[in-house]
């Protein structure tokens, strides 16, 4: 029988590196969420981007995280991703650390090993982090065997997630601002130096007991430095979001599905008119609490000579958001924001605490939430 046709993929399939599956949903009914779901395949249908514009305008009014499906990748492609990612948490610690991010200056790519992040007094992270930079000359670096025997597929799919979609969520938003459609892209080039990364995350399981010492966090309440992060996540429940009331409301990872949330850049830029919404990781459900939970994102953040200066806007001027803020961020570049807060978080490779305000820069205070 002939084969069937295949839509051709968006992402090259990589070297041999085993297949991923995913593990089962967790059967906790919890307390999820209301969110908000946009449907990428509009986007370029006759008012596609108009009616999505509209429908992210209301669901990002309260809270800024919604999902996005139909953007161009398949499951397979995104699980190849989760399979590289476990393949790189598998090499020694050794071989890791050569790849060491520099966290103490603000550098973030690379390897950032566990343990460098208090979460409460005496209880530390346990989460490991490998980011990498987009795929540009000026950001170039050495890698470890199993990412440059899968540089194409995970370029690749970096390059997608660039500029199949965050461009047209950045699209979105210039639209929602009534500003040029192409005026956030302008600012969100690939080709030019910026701190966006795919990240590939893993938090290791913990015991009953370290879970009780942490209070079952863990990563603390935070925001997010840049403009966007999206996350391809596994079915585990683990991610939370704060309501402006102050809940937390768990996430749920719907297949299919990328969860997007807002971050400082696009709230310094538009005064707080999007919503970098405080998120929090704690331990899963007694169903999942075995996991080692991986994830895979993608974090989107201006290019680095931006000032963060709130846009001229006439929807801001309408809706009162005009107004600087007490937390303004003008006169710092998006580049020197996230620096000052990836430094801020390490202090020569021993661990900072993340516990209540902490001054990051020019005056601005970031704050965690236990
Ligand atoms: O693992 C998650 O679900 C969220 C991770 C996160 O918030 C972050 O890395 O900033
Ligand atoms: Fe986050």
């Not at 390490?346 to 993340?354: F, P, T």
Request: charged content about 25%; hydrophobic content about 35%; glycine content about 8%.
């Amino acid at each position: 029988m002939a084969a069937l046709a295949q839509p051709p993929a968006a992402v090259p399939s990589g070297s041999d590196i085993p297949t991923y599956y995913q593990v089962p949903e967790t059967s906790y009914d919890l307390d999820w969420a209301d969110l908000a779901t946009l449907d990428l395949s509009q986007f370029d249908h006759p008012g596609g981007k108009e009616q999505l514009a509209k429908q992210l305008f209301d669901a990002i009014q309260k809270i800024g995280f919604f999902y996005i499906i139909n953007f161009g990748l398949s499951q397979e492609e995104v699980d190849r991703q989760f399979s590289i990612g476990k393949e790189i948490f598998k090499l020694p610690l050794e071989e890791k650390l050569k790849y060491r991010a520099e966290l103490e200056k603000g550098g973030y790519n690379g390897y950032k090993p566990m343990g460098l992040r208090e979460i409460s007094p005496g209880v530390f992270d346990k989460t490991e982090i490998y980011n990498i930079p987009k795929f540009i000359p000026a950001l170039e670096r050495d890698q470890p065997e199993i990412v440059n025997q899968n540089r194409p597929v995970i370029e690749g799919f970096a390059r997608h997630i660039h500029n199949e979609i965050v461009g047209k969520l950045l699209t979105l938003f210039a639209i929602i601002l009534e500003l040029p459609e192409d005026y956030f892209l302008k600012v969100h080039r690939y080709e030019e130096k910026s701190d966006c990364h795919l990240r590939y995350m893993k938090y290791h399981r913990r015991s009953d007991e370290e879970n009780e010492k942490a209070g079952g966090v863990w990563s603390k309440g935070h925001t997010d430095f840049g403009s966007l992060t999206l996350l391809f996540r596994q079915p585990v429940a683990a991610l939370q979001v704060r309501t402006p009331e102050g809940e937390w409301k768990w996430v749920k990872p719907y297949p299919g599905s990328i969860t997007v949330n807002l971050a400082d850049s696009l709230h310094f830029l538009t005064n707080g008119f999007l919503k970098s919404s405080i998120h929090r990781v704690v331990a899963p459900p007694s169903d999942q609490r075995d996991i080692d939970r991986l994830g895979v994102l993608y974090f989107v953040r201006p290019e680095d000579n931006l000032e963060l200066r709130p846009v001229a806007s006439e929807v801001l001027h309408r809706l009162g958001y005009d107004k600087t803020t007490d937390n303004s961020a003008v006169g710092i570049t998006a580049g020197e924001w996230v620096k000052a807060r990836v430094a801020k978080g390490v202090d020569k490779g021993v661990a900072r605490s993340e516990i209540g305000d902490q001054p990051i820069i020019g005056g601005v205070v970031a704050k965690y939430y236990d």
